[in-house]
């Protein structure tokens, strides 16, 4: 197949016109400007590279474990991901029995090596991603501590090998050592506002993987829809999901989801967000929220989780037990933020339970004491809990908070500051809220982010554990998520892995990250483009 | 021939099983004030979009089902089984209507049930059907509908309101609580608002696959929307492939092979877009805006000069050089030849002079013509031998809104687009009163996006509110949604553009009081989702779903 294709390139195009833009193509491929290890995204930590090519052909390519290497042949996420990779890596390549190729081609082998069999483990905040990768001629090799950094160092790899303009492949010589900046690197998605099908879900982590993301924050329900099917309270998705046949997700569904996102090394975080934003809760489990009261009756509608019943507490950790064995990640998240307290206000019983409790007329004592609880409930089932900034707002007893995810506006790097200050760790969201499209098209916004460049010790510079894009669903669904969320998550996904120092410059970053946009279009992510242009392969869907 | 039948009706009823179970889960204990945040209310008018002129709609309800249901032509049409347009538009809705179920079976042996309507008898009243025409601007969009059982009949002067009027019975046509499609008793009379209702994309900033040219001629037929733009060349990239001047592509476009419009595209693009009763006008954009042009064709840009000397970059086409008319003759009697629609926009727009101003040929040029400094003298200059050459060709133009601003004499039939934001009332006054027809883009820019339901800014705009006479008010021929192509390409112009330009088709169609943002944001919301069903990427108004989701991925 390959070789037809260079037959047809030759007869159509090179040969016959002289082209001014072919030329510059194949100035930088001299330069080396474009296939080099900067055509990386995001960038490696470390790297040297020369102008040393060397040919690949698919058919003489091999993947192969090191000999000192703990996992060998049948490592499940080392295996899958030779196959997602050996067509990620030579794009056009179809079968390998079509054409016999010529023999001269000499074998190419990448050879993996990791120190750790994890192979059968879940990805965690404690896995180290770092990696070596060293590419000379005929061979290649990565070396990780775990398999987790084995993965991220394919993608590396797929990255760097190229494509001239007759279709052969090729890769220069290259050193990387790599590793993250950030430990936590995360995609929201929200599943509760629009449904979102499975299958989006996965091309999601396909991508996340392109950009070394490894957190999927699954903000899974809130107000408008429950779409979690619950093994222990099923009346919640049939009566709280949009539509409770076609709008839900299985046991099965999340169980594949995980699974894809653990061969990717990306971690699943699910969020089940209270006390607000449980409206679609209340459909299917009565008593759970509290009755709105007016004129001293119900109203008939309903606030947040009824916070002075002891039911409450019992559904919640029936709730968390399930959610805690379906989800293997260490972390929750408890949600906590934006909770109306209007409708406990005018709920007596609400207020004789404040009495009772000595809050006076400061509910969000009442809240600090509801969030207290589930962070309990969850910590004695072994989970670190997450919860957003509100919580750490009114908490007083800060000591039982873990991780705290700042997402307002304003000055959020002074919120880190104070979060941090407290000995807590902080994941950083406010600067990615990527469904707010802004009147500028500007991804450099997403990029120009410093994170720590707060005053404070080396200690709480540590405390901030990552940041995450957050793609809320008011306006997003599966029409147009893909296109919103790259390839501007990709921007602040280098700012999640690599040197800040070595990624300062936008107008660096552009070439590349257009680059990039390319590559993901190449892999049939619909990645939106970044300004005018073209890419060789263009998107050919709808 | 029967046992096939037994399985059919099996299979059916089957399928009726599932339905209602559902059906009941998802209605029994569902608090209704709830229901009211999360879920559009029905509107009266059900999910019609564009809103018809008239319409009545009964509580009485008839059933459709595949198998008896037929669009045919009525006995007394003008138009018959040699009318492909209508026949393709016949196949398509019903395709539409029962997501493309076939017919299982003749339809003899499966009784019409009594409240059943079997037929939709598509009458074309005046003896020129226009089968084989192109739609146009003076074109009869007009119909009337009656649904009644058993036939319904749709009655329109030409095929382009038939066309229309299947789009509007097809928007008729609902499921039951059952899933069984049907229909109320109802009467449409409609017609335009105005007559020019368009949809500009633009081809080189990035090049737009033919597939998705094509999926959005099809979405702007669900939007009763007329008029395709085609910006299909500009600074950027050259795609559009000529026959006389095939450099021009070779070397303009971004690629040569890849990325380019051969004729064989265009021609698909026009007779799908004819199919759908849409017009097709082209639009290339001089003097300005060519950057892409100067590749392929030396000297047809002019030289900029730093100090005395040539800088090596190029600016607007050179006007002052013979050369460039020639060009520009034997360019436009090809695409006047290409294009079959009676309109060719050209342009005109975003002139910088700077690069004229530095050229020591124009500034001698501008002294022997006497126009001084006057740099928009020489545009007019060259604009007016233009509009000379391309009325040679028998085509009329739509120019952008500046060449009227710069003073530039325009024959009386020109139709000055109007883009600019700003003042924007003021500057359709202007041109009104100078006796042009007139398209109003300036308020529906789609390129630019915000947070929230921007849609609704779009639908507010009401065109005719400059201060004016009935007669300038005439001149207002309808509008564009323009969706600029700087960050906008395949992967994501189909959700970008819908439902956003769904909101620009109302206001162009229905009546001026059609104004009830909150009946419309009911309407809308299930026709995004009809949109979706139709394999549509159209994206979400606000939190909330769609029976079926979208699944292209």
Same mark, same amino acid.
């Given at each position: 197949?390959?070789?037809?294709?260079? @037959?047809?390139m030759?007869?159509?195009?090179?040969?016959? *016109?002289?082209n001014?833009?072919?030329?510059?193509l194949?100035?930088?491929?001299?330069?080396?400007?474009?296939?080099?290890v900067?055509?990386?995204?995001?960038l490696?930590?470390?790297f040297t590279?020369?102008?040393?090519?060397?040919s690949?052909?698919?058919?003489a390519? !091999?993947?192969?474990?090191?000999?000192?290497?703990?996992?060998?042949?049948g490592?499940?996420?080392?295996d899958?991901?030779?196959?997602?990779?050996v067509?990620?890596?030579f794009?056009?390549?179809i079968?390998a029995?079509v054409v016999p190729?010529?023999?001269e081609?000499k074998p190419?082998?990448?050879?993996? %090596?990791?120190?750790?069999?994890?192979?059968?483990?879940?990805?965690?905040?404690?896995? %180290?991603?770092r990696?070596?990768?060293?590419?000379?001629?005929?061979r290649?090799?990565?070396?990780?501590e775990?398999v987790?950094?084995?993965? *991220?160092?394919?993608?590396?790899?797929?990255?760097l090998?190229?494509?001239?303009d007759?279709?052969?492949y090729?890769?220069?010589k290259?050193?990387?050592?790599?590793?993250?900046r950030?430990q936590f690197?995360?995609i929201?998605?929200?599943?509760?506002?629009?449904y979102?099908?499975?299958?989006?879900?996965l091309?999601?982590?396909?991508?996340?993987?392109?950009?070394?993301?490894?957190?999927?924050?699954? !903000?899974?329900v $809130?107000?408008?829809s429950?779409?979690?099917?619950?093994r222990t309270f099923?009346?919640l998705?049939?009566k709280g999901?949009? !539509?409770p046949?076609?709008?839900i997700?299985?046991?099965?569904?999340?169980?594949?989801?995980i699974?894809?996102?653990?061969?990717?090394?990306?971690r699943?975080?699910?969020e089940?967000d209270?006390?607000?934003?449980?409206?679609s809760?209340?459909?299917?489990?009565?008593?759970?929220?509290t009755?709105?009261?007016?004129?001293?009756?119900? %109203?008939?509608?309903?606030?947040?989780?009824?916070?002075?019943?002891?039911?409450?507490y019992?559904?919640?950790?029936?709730?968390?037990k399930?959610?805690?064995?379906v989800?293997?990640d260490?972390y929750? !998240?408890l949600?906590?933020?934006?909770?109306d307290?209007?409708?406990?206000r005018s709920?007596?019983y609400?207020?004789?339970?404040?009495?009772k409790m000595?809050?006076?007329e400061?509910f969000t004592?009442?809240?600090?004491?509801y969030?207290?609880?589930?962070?309990?409930?969850?910590?004695?089932?072994?989970? @670190?809990? @997450?919860?957003?900034q $509100?919580?750490?707002?009114?908490h007083e007893?800060?000591?039982s908070l873990?991780?705290v995810e700042?997402?307002?506006?304003?000055?959020?790097?002074?919120?880190?500051h104070?979060?941090?200050?407290?000995?807590?760790?902080?994941?950083l969201?406010s600067p990615?809220?990527? $469904?707010?499209p802004?009147?500028?098209?500007?991804?450099?916004?997403?990029?120009t982010?410093w994170?720590l460049?707060?005053?404070?010790?080396?200690?709480?510079?540590?405390?901030? @554990?990552?940041?995450e894009v957050?793609?809320?669903?008011?306006?997003v669904d599966?029409?147009n998520?893909?296109?919103?969320?790259?390839?501007?998550?990709?921007?602040?996904?280098e700012r999640?892995w690599?040197?800040?120092?070595?990624?300062?410059?936008?107008?660096?970053a552009?070439p590349?990250?257009?680059?990039?946009?390319?590559?993901l279009?190449?892999?049939?992510?619909?990645?939106?483009?970044?300004?005018?242009?073209?890419c060789?392969?263009e998107?050919?869907?709808? | 021939?029967?046992?096939?039948n037994?399985?059919?009706?099996?299979?059916?009823?089957?399928?009726?099983?599932?339905?209602s179970?559902?059906r009941?889960?998802?209605?029994?204990?569902?608090?209704?004030?709830?229901?009211?945040e999360?879920?559009?209310?029905?509107?009266?008018y059900?999910?019609l979009?564009?809103?018809?002129?008239?319409?009545?709609?009964?509580?009485?309800?008839?059933k =459709?089902?595949?198998?008896?249901?037929k669009?045919?032509?009525?006995?007394?049409?003008s138009?018959?089984p040699?009318?492909?347009? =209508?026949q393709?538009a016949?196949?398509r809705?019903?395709?539409? &209507?029962?997501?493309g179920a076939?017919?299982?079976?003749?339809?003899?042996?499966?009784?019409?049930g009594?409240s059943?309507?079997? #037929?939709?008898?598509?009458?074309?009243?005046?003896?020129?059907?226009?089968c084989?025409?192109?739609?146009g601007?003076?074109?009869? #969009?007009s119909?009337?509908?009656s649904v009644?059982q058993?036939?319904?009949v749709l009655?329109?002067p030409?095929?382009?309101?038939?066309l229309?009027?299947?789009?509007?019975?097809?928007q008729?046509?609902y499921?039951?609580?059952?899933?069984?499609k049907s229909?109320?008793?109802?009467t449409?009379?409609d017609f335009?608002?105005f007559a020019?209702?368009?949809?500009?994309?633009?081809?080189?900033?990035h090049?737009?696959?033919?597939?998705?040219?094509?999926a959005?001629l #099809?979405?702007?037929?669900?939007?009763?929307?007329n008029?395709?733009?085609?910006?299909?060349?500009?600074?950027?990239s050259?795609?559009?492939?000529?026959?006389?001047?095939?450099?021009?592509?070779?070397?303009?476009a971004y690629h040569?092979y890849?990325?380019?419009y051969?004729p064989?595209d265009?021609?698909?693009?026009?007779?799908f877009?004819?199919?759908r009763?849409?017009r097709v006008i082209? #639009?290339?954009?001089?003097?300005?805006?060519t950057?892409?042009?100067?590749k392929?064709?030396?000297?047809?840009?002019t030289?900029?000069?730093?100090?005395?000397t040539?800088?090596?970059t190029?600016?607007?086409v050179?006007?002052?050089l013979?050369t460039?008319?020639d060009?520009?003759?034997q360019?436009?009697k090809?695409?006047?030849a290409v294009?079959?629609d009676?309109?060719?926009?050209?342009?005109?727009?975003e002139?910088?002079?700077?690069?004229?101003?530095?050229n020591?040929?124009i500034q001698?040029?501008?002294?022997?013509?006497?126009?001084e400094?006057?740099y928009?003298k020489?545009?007019?200059?060259?604009?007016?031998?233009?509009l000379?050459?391309?009325?040679?060709?028998?085509?009329?133009?739509?120019?952008?809104?500046?060449v009227?601003d710069n003073?530039?004499?325009l024959?009386?039939?020109?139709?000055?687009?109007?883009?600019?934001?700003s003042e924007?009332?003021?500057?359709?006054?202007?041109?009104t009163?100078?006796?042009?027809?007139t398209?109003?883009?300036?308020?529906?820019? =789609?390129?630019?996006?915000?947070?929230?339901?921007?849609?609704?800014?779009?639908y507010?705009?009401e065109?005719?509110?400059?201060?004016?006479?009935?007669e300038q008010?005439?001149?207002?021929?309808?509008?564009?949604?323009?969706l600029?192509?700087?960050?906008?390409?395949?992967?994501?112009?189909t959700?970008?553009?819908?439902?956003?330009?769904?909101?620009?088709?109302?206001?162009?169609?229905s009546?001026?009081?059609?104004?009830?943002?909150?009946d419309?944001?009911?309407?809308?919301s299930?026709?995004?989702?009809r &949109?979706v069903e139709?394999?549509i990427?159209?994206?979400?108004?606000f939190?909330?779903?769609c029976?079926?989701?979208?699944?292209?991925?």
């Amino acid at each position: 197949m390959a070789d037809m294709e260079v @037959i047809d390139m030759a007869s159509s195009g090179r040969y016959t *016109r002289p082209n001014f833009n072919l030329l510059l193509l194949i100035v930088h491929q001299l330069g080396l400007k474009l296939y080099t290890v900067e055509g990386v995204w995001p960038l490696p930590q470390s790297f040297t590279s020369s102008a040393e090519r060397y040919s690949l052909n698919p058919q003489a390519f !091999h993947f192969g474990y090191g000999g000192q290497s703990a996992a060998q042949q049948g490592c499940s996420v080392l295996d899958a991901a030779f196959k997602r990779y050996v067509s990620l890596i030579f794009p056009d390549y179809i079968s390998a029995s079509v054409v016999p190729r010529f023999n001269e081609d000499k074998p190419f082998t990448l050879r993996i %090596s990791v120190d750790r069999d994890d192979c059968n483990s879940y990805p965690n905040e404690d896995s %180290s991603e770092r990696y070596n990768l060293s590419v000379s001629a005929r061979r290649a090799s990565l070396h990780a501590e775990t398999v987790w950094g084995a993965v *991220r160092g394919l993608e590396t790899f797929s990255q760097l090998v190229y494509q001239d303009d007759f279709g052969s492949y090729f890769v220069n010589k290259t050193e990387i050592e790599d590793f993250p900046r950030f430990q936590f690197r995360g995609i929201l998605l929200d599943t509760s506002r629009h449904y979102l099908p499975v299958q989006a879900i996965l091309k999601t982590l396909d991508a996340m993987a392109y950009s070394k993301f490894n957190v999927f924050h699954w !903000h899974i329900v $809130d107000d408008p829809s429950f779409p979690y099917q619950s093994r222990t309270f099923p009346d919640l998705s049939s009566k709280g999901a949009f !539509h409770p046949m076609t709008h839900i997700y299985t046991q099965s569904d999340v169980r594949r989801v995980i699974s894809y996102a653990r061969l990717r090394g990306i971690r699943v975080l699910p969020e089940f967000d209270s006390p607000g934003h449980t409206k679609s809760w209340g459909k299917g489990q009565s008593n759970l929220l509290t009755p709105c009261y007016k004129w001293g009756t119900p %109203s008939g509608t309903f606030g947040p989780v009824n916070p002075a019943l002891p039911s409450t507490y019992q559904f919640m950790e029936r709730l968390f037990k399930e959610v805690s064995s379906v989800f293997p990640d260490s972390y929750i !998240h408890l949600g906590g933020d934006e909770v109306d307290v209007s409708c406990w206000r005018s709920n007596p019983y609400v207020r004789a339970f404040m009495e009772k409790m000595g809050f006076g007329e400061d509910f969000t004592k009442l809240e600090a004491f509801y969030m207290e609880k589930i962070v309990n409930i969850t910590s004695a089932l072994n989970k @670190i809990s @997450i919860v957003w900034q $509100d919580v750490f707002e009114y908490h007083e007893q800060r000591s039982s908070l873990s991780v705290v995810e700042v997402w307002r506006e304003g000055c959020y790097l002074c919120e880190v500051h104070r979060v941090t200050k407290a000995g807590l760790r902080v994941i950083l969201a406010s600067p990615w809220y990527l $469904d707010q499209p802004g009147p500028t098209h500007n991804w450099a916004r997403f990029y120009t982010v410093w994170p720590l460049a707060f005053k404070g010790t080396e200690e709480q510079k540590k405390l901030v @554990i990552g940041g995450e894009v957050c793609m809320w669903g008011e306006y997003v669904d599966a029409t147009n998520l893909t296109p919103r969320l790259w390839p501007k998550a990709s921007a602040a996904a280098e700012r999640l892995w690599s040197d800040e120092k070595q990624t300062a410059s936008v107008d660096e970053a552009f070439p590349r990250l257009q680059d990039f946009r390319c590559k993901l279009l190449r892999r049939g992510i619909q990645a939106e483009p970044l300004y005018v242009g073209h890419c060789r392969h263009e998107y050919q869907g709808v | 021939m029967s046992s096939i039948n037994m399985t059919a009706s099996l299979k059916f009823a089957a399928l009726l099983l599932v339905f209602s179970a559902c059906r009941g889960f998802q209605y029994n204990d569902v608090d209704i004030d709830e229901e009211a945040e999360l879920v559009a209310q029905p509107s009266k008018y059900g999910s019609l979009w564009p809103l018809p002129q008239k319409v009545q709609i009964s509580e009485v309800s008839f059933k =459709l089902t595949s198998i008896t249901f037929k669009i045919v032509d009525a006995k007394a049409s003008s138009a018959g089984p040699s009318c492909g347009l =209508l026949q393709d538009a016949y196949r398509r809705y019903y395709e539409y &209507m029962f997501g493309g179920a076939k017919r299982q079976g003749p339809s003899k042996s499966r009784r019409a049930g009594p409240s059943e309507v079997t #037929e939709l008898q598509v009458w074309i009243t005046s003896p020129d059907a226009e089968c084989d025409g192109y739609p146009g601007l003076t074109s009869d #969009e007009s119909y009337e509908l009656s649904v009644d059982q058993p036939y319904a009949v749709l009655k329109a002067p030409k095929v382009w309101g038939a066309l229309h009027g299947l789009e509007t019975f097809s928007q008729l046509v609902y499921e039951d609580e059952y899933g069984a499609k049907s229909i109320n008793s109802t009467t449409v009379s409609d017609f335009p608002r105005f007559a020019h209702r368009g949809i500009l994309l633009d081809s080189s900033r990035h090049f737009l696959p033919i597939k998705v040219i094509l999926a959005n001629l #099809e979405t702007m037929a669900m939007n009763k929307f007329n008029v395709f733009h085609w910006h299909i060349v500009d600074d950027p990239s050259f795609p559009y492939l000529s026959r006389t001047f095939p450099q021009l592509s070779q070397q303009g476009a971004y690629h040569p092979y890849t990325h380019v419009y051969t004729p064989a595209d265009v021609k698909m693009v026009i007779e799908f877009a004819r199919l759908r009763g849409i017009r097709v006008i082209p #639009e290339f954009d001089t003097p300005g805006h060519t950057q892409s042009w100067g590749k392929g064709q030396a000297d047809l840009l002019t030289p900029c000069y730093s100090g005395s000397t040539p800088s090596g970059t190029f600016g607007p086409v050179n006007p002052i050089l013979n050369t460039t008319y020639d060009f520009m003759k034997q360019f436009f009697k090809e695409i006047s030849a290409v294009f079959p629609d009676a309109y060719v926009h050209l342009g005109g727009d975003e002139v910088d002079f700077t690069c004229w101003k530095s050229n020591p040929d124009i500034q001698r040029f501008m002294e022997q013509h006497g126009f001084e400094q006057d740099y928009s003298k020489l545009e007019s200059f060259y604009i007016q031998r233009l509009l000379d050459i391309v009325t040679a060709t028998k085509k009329g133009y739509v120019i952008w809104q500046e060449v009227f601003d710069n003073g530039v004499k325009l024959k009386s039939d020109t139709v000055v687009h109007v883009w600019i934001g700003s003042e924007t009332n003021e500057e359709m006054r202007k041109v009104t009163a100078a006796g042009y027809t007139t398209i109003l883009s300036a308020p529906w820019y =789609l390129d630019y996006i915000s947070y929230a339901q921007d849609w609704q800014k779009y639908y507010k705009v009401e065109p005719l509110n400059f201060d004016g006479t009935e007669e300038q008010k005439k001149l207002v021929i309808g509008g564009e949604a323009c969706l600029w192509g700087e960050y906008v390409d395949a992967t994501n112009l189909t959700p970008r553009l819908w439902p956003r330009a769904s909101a620009v088709a109302e206001r162009l169609w229905s009546a001026k009081d059609v104004t009830d943002i909150s009946d419309a944001y009911n309407r809308l919301s299930m026709h995004r989702c009809r &949109m979706v069903e139709r394999g549509i990427p159209a994206e979400p108004l606000f939190s909330s779903y769609c029976p079926r989701e979208y699944k292209g991925f």
